[in-house]
């Protein structure tokens, strides 16, 4: 079928597709118990040759996106995790251990200003939205 | 009735008066003192700030020193205020007390009460305005200015719909300080000449603002209030508004030698007064 020939020559980026393409068209296309006999050989053999161009392509593209010395071993991510956990577990029942010292005026009734919003909780700069559960508590 | 301590102290240095205000929180909180009330005056005049208060940014510095003002940064919140013609008290209770609830608003407005009660003692309509609604913070809400008295809280001490008395909270080793002033009368002009403003208008503004929401006892009181009627009608405010018995007593030397310390060691020292 030349356009099926025309078709597989448009480039490899679409190989694949085509030949799938043409795997399901097959019998749609050639019809018949005599498709198979139909089929262009050539045709075949230039889509096989297309998805093994494509495949080491993918395999290619593969291997030099991970390279092995980035692939992180299962113990690292488990003691990885369980740290940053065992951090905040830690950590948050200190920070809210500390006795809540303020300083408020009359005239700041809606805008409370702990003096706990001067520890900088977790390396935040401006804690006020931390402390804002602890002003609810208050208030 | 429960007895708590009354001390009315002489005129003090601005850094004195901070300092006597934490060593009583500091004594109440290892027991060795009852809660207390107290009253004091500032010996010179004095400009405060709250503690998150912007010294250099807010403040005229230059020109609180040329007005002879002292200046101290307070332990508590809130905005600048001018302690001049006032009574300026404090109440030092633990978190733990019966008597206090834990949320701000709540235990400000039981000590509020001793101010309503004196208030009343001096024959003004006093009244503590709750503002509930979001009109009434609107309508109470501040202009912006870095002066206190101007923006009446969730719970507001109002004569005349105008705020009387401004106060303000510091909550520290499982004690209150509470402390405020009550305005017998007050200089706006030499205030706002103290603070920082973006240009003279907004400047005017401002304080025309506040005069409409701020006013002093001698402005609404029938007669002249002096200073030793105000001492008088505000202890049997507190008295009668905490429920009460206040018995007079002195700084114990322990107190005293903690002041003095406090006053050299922080508020005293630059590093304390311009820290922001």
């Not at chain 1, 480039?11 to 799938?20: F, I, K, T």
Request: charged share 20%; net charge neutral; glycine share 6%.
């Amino acid at each position: 079928m030349p356009g099926n020939a025309k078709l597989l020559r448009t480039g490899r980026r679409s190989c694949l597709h085509d030949y799938a393409f043409l795997q399901v068209l097959q019998p749609f296309l050639f019809p018949g118990p005599s498709a198979a006999a139909k089929t262009p050989s050539a045709v075949e053999q230039s889509a096989k040759h297309c998805v093994n161009i494509a495949g080491n392509k993918v395999r290619q593209t593969f291997a030099q996106k991970r390279p092995q010395s980035a692939v992180v071993p299962r113990g690292v991510k488990t003691y990885g995790l369980l740290a940053v956990l065992a951090f905040f577990t830690l950590v948050t029942p200190i920070a809210y251990s500390i006795p809540l010292e303020y300083a408020w005026g009359d005239d700041e009734a809606f805008s409370h200003s702990y003096r706990f919003v001067q520890i900088p909780l977790y390396g935040v700069k401006n804690p006020r939205r931390i402390t804002r559960a602890i002003d609810q508590e208050y208030v | 009735m429960e007895q708590w301590r009354f001390i009315l102290t002489p005129p003090m240095s601005p850094e004195m008066n901070m300092a006597v205000d934490e060593a009583i929180l500091i004594s109440h909180s290892e027991g060795k003192v009852p809660p207390t009330v107290r009253f004091y005056t500032w010996d010179p005049a004095t400009l405060s700030i709250g503690y998150f208060q912007k010294a250099a940014k807010e403040i005229d510095l230059d020109a609180v020193k040329g007005s002879g003002l002292g200046f101290v940064r307070r332990p508590t919140g809130g905005r600048a205020v001018l302690h001049d013609k006032e009574l300026t008290y404090s109440v030092i209770v633990s978190e733990s007390h019966p008597k206090m609830p834990s949320g701000v608003t709540e235990a400000y407005k039981v000590i509020s009460l001793g101010l309503l009660h004196g208030f009343q003692e001096l024959g003004l309509q006093a009244e503590m305005v709750s503002l509930a609604s979001e009109e009434e913070k609107e309508k109470y809400s501040s202009p912006g200015s870095s002066a206190c008295f101007d923006s009446p809280s969730w719970y507001e001490l109002v004569v005349e719909g105008k705020k009387v008395a401004g106060s303000a909270q510091t909550r520290q080793k499982g004690v209150i300080l509470q402390h405020g002033s009550i305005l017998l009368d007050m200089d706006v002009e030499l205030l706002f000449s103290l603070l920082h403003f973006p240009s003279d208008r907004v400047k005017q503004r401002m304080m025309d603002s506040f005069r409409q929401k701020a006013v002093t006892i001698n402005e609404v009181s029938p007669h002249p209030v002096s200073l030793s009627e105000a001492v008088d009608a505000f202890y049997r405010g507190f008295a009668s508004g905490l429920g009460v018995s206040l018995e007079k007593q002195e700084l114990t030397p322990d107190e005293t030698a903690l002041a003095e310390e406090l006053a050299r060691t922080r508020y005293g020292t630059d590093e304390w007064k311009f820290r922001r």
